[in-house]
């Protein structure tokens, strides 16, 4: 197949899950065409099977805001047109679908065919599309996708009733790479890379996100500050966002930042990943958790908040922790359990990564979405 993926590019879960997908369907034999404003940070420009092509956005005067979305539409049916692209692929309602629906809508005017497929990722449904600004586009837009998929059964019941859809939306979780995000085989190198961060046997806590205030990256330096008093142990952040200037000021305060090291975007999370003991993941909403899941694979148990799709990916108590949103001394006290019992620690860290390889490798979810891309093409016009 020929298929087109449009995604935010940026540092994000959709974004992430998106190029993923990309490059798996690409190493599978199909022919992927990313279509969007810039190359996603994931791709390196040298994966077979896959182009990019972006989408340029003119400043006239007259415009006080770049109608991105306009000229999205107008490149998504030229790339589809010259490329013969079997369906679109778009990652995110808001304006994916509204820009990929008026480029189905152009190619129609002229006898071509372009089916599109719709993915919902979490705050394009809990957050912006319920802004009474979009939630009617947003509505009429993924009622008229040809194809719509969720990322947790949490956020299909919550598109179904705070949208009133009443089309068919299948679940497709997110997925790792189980060949990518994988633990050390060999111990004794695990502990000689873990001493970039630690030494004399200290603990590793990890924390991956974008660092807005749904993250509470904060919260993640509090529970820090806890434990610390309690277990030997440094805090790992990666990531970069509008939070990260609060949890500075608020390590400088506590007087423990020099045990947090703030690394900022990086590109190679599976390599840092398995150093960790343990993932910390206090948001306040999660509509999946891609982080904790690459953590999974990683062999690395994530604490978290028992929140959004949180539960369907972490089984409370074997593979993960689950607590209520600002429970600092709960999840303190839960880090500190499993860092002082290493028996039940390394209980965990193989059931983590057991769960990972199962339910949620690339290899199973991949197949679902060509799957699902082969029935939505089968379906009448």
Same mark, same amino acid.
């Given at each position: ?28 034999? #199909? ?59 778009? #990652? ?7 820009? &990929? ?78 060949? !990518? ?23 590793? %806590?990890? #924390? ?14 509090? !529970? ?10 440094? %805090? ?27 690394? *900022? ?42 929140? *959004? *799709? ?19 001394? &709960? ?6 359990? %499993? ?5 039940? %620690? ?36």
């Amino acid at each position: 197949m020929r298929i087109g993926i449009t995604c935010y590019p940026t540092y994000g879960g959709s974004g992430v899950v998106a190029t993923e997908l990309g490059i798996e369907l690409a190493a599978a034999g #199909h022919e992927v065409h990313f279509i969007s404003y810039s190359q996603p940070f994931r791709l390196n420009g040298r994966n077979e099977g896959i182009f990019y092509h972006e989408v340029p956005v003119s400043n006239y005067p007259l415009f006080e805001f770049p109608p991105y979305d306009l000229a999205l539409a107008s490149r998504m049916a030229e790339v589809a047109e010259f490329n013969d692209l079997d369906l679109l692929h778009v #990652h995110y309602a808001i304006p994916h679908s509204v820009s &990929a629906l008026l480029a189905r809508q152009m190619l129609a005017s002229r006898g071509r065919r372009l089916p599109f497929v719709t993915t919902l990722h979490g705050t394009d449904i809990t957050l912006v599309g319920l802004d009474r600004s979009y939630l009617p586009i947003t509505q009429y837009a993924i009622q008229e996708s040809d194809g719509v998929t969720s990322i947790s059964s949490y956020l299909k019941s919550k598109t179904v009733v705070d949208f009133g859809i009443t089309r068919e939306i299948d679940v497709i979780p997110n997925f790792v790479n189980c060949d !990518v995000y994988t633990p050390f085989t060999d111990e004794a190198v695990r502990a000689e890379a873990r001493r970039r961060f630690a030494k004399n046997g200290e603990a590793i %806590l990890i #924390h991956l996100s974008n660092f807005r205030p749904v993250k509470r990256v904060v919260d993640v330096v509090k !529970v820090f500050a806890r434990v610390v008093r309690e277990v030997p142990a440094q %805090l790992v952040l990666v990531g970069d966002g509008p939070d990260r200037s609060a949890a500075e000021w608020l390590a400088h305060e506590l007087g423990i930042h020099e045990r947090i090291h703030f690394l *900022g975007k990086q590109e190679r999370v599976n390599e840092l990943l398995p150093l960790a003991d343990l993932m910390l993941m206090p948001s306040e909403l999660e509509s999946f958790g891609l982080a904790a899941l690459e953590a999974m694979a990683c062999k690395v148990p994530t604490i978290a908040t028992r929140v *959004g *799709g949180v539960p369907e990916l972490i089984d409370d108590g074997v593979t993960g922790l689950l607590f209520p949103v600002a429970a600092l001394d &709960a999840m303190a006290a839960g880090v500190i359990g %499993l860092l002082q019992d290493r028996s039940r %620690l390394e209980t965990m860290r193989d059931a983590a990564r057991k769960t990972a390889r199962t339910r949620f490798c690339a290899t199973m979810m991949v197949p679902r979405y060509v799957g699902y891309y082969e029935s939505v093409l089968n379906r009448p016009a």
